[in-house]
């Protein structure tokens, strides 16, 4: 199989007349485009031009080679700029998986805000917490918080949330505001399933605090609203409380200190991405770093 090189090639050299003329045109020595030609004849097991010391001509099986040549390596340059036009204004459908809680208060804007850069891109997303197969099940990226569990996927870093400490204003009346992390032993403090003790930082301060409480759960979504109906402290990072703490159904307790940052990544099944997925990430990692 020839490569497309050089059948570009020949075509230049047919249009140029010459090899000096393609040669000057391409930017290659003049014994590089002879030394590539004779090659192709080589290879092909036919000539393709008559040499002559002030041009060249084509042979019969010279001129096939060259109009069909000439259609392929036309159409190859269509394609390119087609996809050229694709990176700069990606099209298709985005299949992406996010996490619930996550997508609806904190990247429904970024989405939205996305959709109108990009029109040519449509839609379907998932929100669910469950690990998906990015192969079987056909989506482009998954979103995720946490450490990404399964080695076989592509993980690029988002982002790196911290998680604070927030209460709703009727369990703080009725319980009293904690002033130090050894106090939350005292109160009841909402996490996830097999989450027995949050560690907190303050500085180069470091302490681990054994909690516990009515409600364990493996959902963030009913923590945060939990909390909201006056039942307990909740760590989490503010992108998920942000609409509670604007309309002050929680408020933020023991500010100095935070629990362990969580990565956000986002996952792929490989490295070499469509536009359209490229430019999500690309935009979502710019988007978080700049509300950091």
Not at 103 to 111: G, N
Not at 146 to 174: F, K, M, N, T, W
Not at 204 to 226: A, T, W
Request: glycine letters at 6%; aromatic letters at 6%; charged letters at 25%.
């Amino acid at each position: 199989m020839m490569h497309l090189d050089d059948m570009a090639l020949f075509v230049e050299v047919v249009k140029a007349k010459s090899f000096r003329g393609a040669a000057e045109a391409l930017g290659m020595p003049n014994s590089t485009v002879s030394r590539r030609i004779s090659m192709l004849e080589k290879a092909l097991g036919l000539r393709l031009l008559h040499r002559t010391t002030r041009r060249i001509e084509l042979t019969e099986a010279g001129q096939v080679y060259y109009e069909r040549s000439k259609r392929i390596v036309e159409e190859a340059r269509l394609a390119h700029l087609e996809l050229g036009d694709m990176l700069a204004q990606p099209t298709g459908v985005l299949r992406a998986s996010l996490p619930v809680d996550f997508a609806v208060t904190y990247l429904a804007p970024l989405v939205a805000e996305f959709a109108r850069l990009y029109p040519g891109i449509s839609f379907e997303i998932d929100l669910t917490p469950r690990r998906i197969d990015l192969v079987s099940e056909r989506f482009d990226i998954a979103i995720r918080m946490g450490e990404p569990e399964d080695s076989h996927l592509i993980a690029r870093p988002l982002a790196r949330l911290v998680p604070h400490l927030y209460a709703a204003p009727s369990y703080l009346a009725l319980r009293g505001e904690p002033i130090s992390p050894q106090d939350l032993g005292r109160h009841d403090c909402m996490g996830m399933i097999r989450e027995g003790h949050w560690m907190l930082t303050r500085g180069d301060s470091q302490c681990e605090v054994p909690v516990g409480g009515r409600f364990h759960l493996n959902n963030v979504g009913m923590i945060k609203r939990l909390s909201t109906l006056g039942l307990g402290v909740i760590l989490v990072p503010e992108e998920i409380v942000a609409d509670e703490l604007a309309s002050s159904q929680l408020q933020r307790i023991l500010p100095d200190w935070q629990g362990k940052p969580m990565p956000v990544y986002a996952l792929t099944e490989t490295r070499l991405l469509p536009a359209k997925t490229q430019r999500f990430i690309e935009f979502l990692r710019e988007k978080l770093a700049s509300k950091r």
